[in-house]
């Protein structure tokens, strides 16, 4: 027998020992993806760890994602199989610095991207994801003063998609943000008919050329429904697993990082491997644990943006 797949059952056979459920981001390897009882986007992804009765939950994502869930959910043992799974964009916004760049501007309220730490959420007023960014920022009046945070890239498109003038933290992606037109007009030449979408954390540019933008699902959900059969994805390569399982019959090219690959991984994300799942599950560790006052804390602004996108239909 192949070694993935008695891996694989023995994680299974760990899963129920442990009751546990195992939740995915679409950026994990196709192994990973294809064990988790539920795969998601952030946002997907915080509202089901809010709903999970199991007494665990194995988090196959990066820690911002994890700490979410636990946060959500903080009678549940929540592992994360590699605790050094970060994000560069979470990383440029130290909690010290953003409270004092917040200190500037105090008729604003804060509106996070949930790629933050928990002490940077504890500073916000309500939390949001790719996948529900516009409707959290216009829950506000147009007249309120509004600071986005970290990701500059999906703050001056929500600005542009909302005619608002939101102060903006100067953070990003370094997977996304990496992306150039020119690489994307490169692919064009040789693949014409191609469609371009693209994940809202890319550049300007990028986005300025794309035919569709949205959240890691709302791309999936758009070339799973749209007649096209051929996309370029300025996103991270884990997607294209579920695309291609979703609509078999289509293409789907990534946009490179750089010349000598034709992927764009998220190194964090990579992190994760099988063989860690399993660890986790034996060990229980890395496990998430948080202070009880942060998790009263940070958990007012999600649910905030929970109760929103429940009375927007997004969750
Ligand atoms: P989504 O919420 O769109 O899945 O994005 C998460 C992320 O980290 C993108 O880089
Ligand atoms: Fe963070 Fe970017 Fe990786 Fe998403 S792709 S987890 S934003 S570093």
Known sequence: MNTTVSLRETILELKNQLNAVILAHYYQIPEIQDIADFIGD???????????ENDVIVFCGVHFMAETAKILNPSKLVLLPDLQAGCSLADSAPAVDFAAFKARYP??????????T???KMLSDVICTSGNAVQIVESFPRDQ????????????WINKVTGREMVLWNGACHVHDLLTTE???????????????AHPECNDAVLQVADYIGSTNGMIQYVKSDSHMLYIVASETGIIHQMQKEAPLKKFLVVPANETCSCNDCPYMKLNTLEKLYNCMVQQVPRIELADDVVARASRPIQRMLEISRSAGLV
């Open 107 to 116: 008729d604003h309220v804060v509106v996070t991207y949930i790629n933050s």
């Open 118 to 120: 928990a002490d940077v």
């Open 183 to 197: 690489a994307i007009l490169k692919m064009r030449l040789n693949n014409p008919d191609a469609k371009v979408i």
């Open 42 to 52: 952030s946002l997907a992804l915080s509202q089901k760890a809010s709903e999970v």
């Open 145 to 156: 003063k509004i600071i986005f945070a970290p990701d500059r890239n999906l703050g001056s």
